[in-house]
Structures are given as structure tokens and as C-alpha cells.
């Protein structure tokens, strides 16, 4: 797998000019809106991400039982932290939820996707 890492003070960072969004994206912020990333978490501590992050959640796994703890165990993969940078530069307003269900290799078990899911509902 590989991973691509732009620091936040790379001029291709800026969002709209790399995803080029049309105008009608320009007047829509994400105000009053939650969104939850169900992966292997978001690094809170990203300068991109200050005070987006509205809750951060882990799934402790007991059997086939799902459950939730908040915690701010981080990013273990890297693509939770970069979905919620596009995010947050499609929708600046918006709120994210943290729902990490993944682990380091990108993998995670289909029940605590699954739970994660119906949480985000």
C-alpha cells in the first residue's frame, strides 16, 4: 500500500483548485452538519483538522458484540486522517465524528463496520 503525504503548507493543498468543485460548492459550507468516518480513525492533532472534530470514537470488539469508547487513539493507518482533510475542504463547517473500526494494515472485522454503520445512522 502506499500513502501519499502532503504537508498542510503545500500550495496543492488548498481544495477546491485541486478538487476542482464548481461554484455552486463555493456557497455550500457544511454549517449544521455532522459527518462520521467510519475507518482507521482521524488524527485530531492535524493543523487542518482543529476544531473539526466533534467526536472520536474506537470499537472494543467481545465476540460478535460491538461496542463504543470515546478515545483519541489517533489515525493507525493514515486514510481516516485523509478523508476527513477532503472533507473538511469540501465542507469547512462541517463537523466530523471519528468512528475508527480499522487497525494499522487497513483491515477490520465486518461486525464492527457494521456497528460503526449503524451508529453513524
Known amino acids: 500500500m502506499a500513502q501519499i503525504s502532503l504537508p498542510p503548507s503545500d500550495e496543492m493543498f488548498d481544495g477546491p ?22 475507518d482507521s480513525g482521524v488524527d485530531s492533532s ?10 472520536s470514537l474506537e470499537a472494543q470488539k ?3 458484540r460491538v461496542s463504543f469508547r470515546e478515545s483519541d487513539s489517533g489515525d493507525s493507518a493514515g486514510h ?8 473538511g475542504k469540501i465542507a469547512p463547517d462541517a463537523k466530523i465524528i471519528s468512528i475508527k473500526v480499522l487497525g494499522a494494515s487497513g483491515l477490520g472485522d465486518g ?8 451508529y453513524a445512522i
Do not use: P, Y
Open 46 to 55: 492535524h493543523s487542518e483538522l482543529q476544531g473539526k472534530i466533534s467526536k
Open 80 to 87: 481516516g486522517t485523509a478523508c476527513a482533510g477532503i472533507i
Open 111 to 118: 461486525h464492527a463496520f457494521l456497528a460503526g454503520l449503524e
Open 17 to 38: 483548485s485541486v478538487l476542482t468543485l464548481g461554484d455552486e460548492w463555493r456557497t455550500s459550507t457544511g454549517e449544521g452538519v455532522e459527518i462520521a468516518i467510519i
Open 62 to 64: 467481545d465476540g460478535n
